[in-house]
């Protein structure tokens, strides 16, 4: 394990200023490198300690820079067009890049890695996705995935279009002359 000083909030690890034990990869791979955390030597705690009133500053701008955004961005529906089978299931998957696209072109700047996915969608509807402006504000964005314009507006209108081109489609008449007649 190596121990680390945390320069930011880390979601399920800490605060900031918090010195933390975390495995050696994880540091490695993830937190040294993004500049989340670094490592607790004691030159690096006095150094620490006598940035930490500037680390906390620049820290409550970008969080109330975040919130303020979190108000606007909050219960934004973006539309995603894509390919998919009778049963809904989409040819692909809808990934954190797509949705941050697409929240970029309605007018908010967004990293794909501030996109929060359990697991990329891979069904029609409507999606709940989280979007973590900062480590402290998170917002609730909708992913209306459909295949086209219309079925994309019947779904926000909570009518579901499979069942729907369903009921429109007519019953199609058996065909006369099959093979239960031979021919003259």
């Known amino acids: 394990m190596v121990d ?4 930011e909030r880390v979601e399920k690890l800490g605060q900031m200023g918090q010195v933390v034990k975390v495995r050696p990869g994880f540091a490695r791979n993830y937190l040294l490198p993004q ?9 690096n705690m006095a150094y620490f300690e006598t940035q930490r009133a500037q680390l906390e500053a620049n820290n409550l701008q970008r969080k109330s820079e975040a919130s303020e955004i979190s108000g606007k961005l909050e219960g934004l529906t973006v539309v995603l067009i894509r390919q998919a089978g009778e049963s809904g299931q989409l040819y692909g998957s809808v990934m954190a890049r797509d949705i941050s696209d697409a929240v970029t072109a309605a007018g908010f ?3 794909r890695r501030q996109i929060v996915l359990d697991r990329a969608i ?3 509807g409507m999606h709940r996705v989280r979007v973590m402006l900062h480590p402290e504000v998170g917002v ?3 992913a209306n995935v459909a295949q086209s314009e219309e079925a994309a507006r019947l779904q ?3 009518i579901d279009p499979l069942v729907q081109r369903e009921d429109q489609e007519p019953e199609r008449p058996a065909r006369e ?3 239960a007649e031979p021919s003259a």
Not at 4 to 7: A, E, Q, S, T, V
Not at 35 to 43: D, G, L, N, P, V
């Open 156 to 158: 926000a209108a909570g």
């Open 4 to 7: 680390l000083i945390l320069l």
């Open 109 to 111: 700047t967004v990293d």
């Open 35 to 43: 500049k989340k955390a670094m490592r607790a030597t004691k030159e």
């Open 177 to 179: 002359g099959t093979a």
């Open 122 to 124: 891979k069904t029609l």
């Open 140 to 142: 609730t964005v909708t």
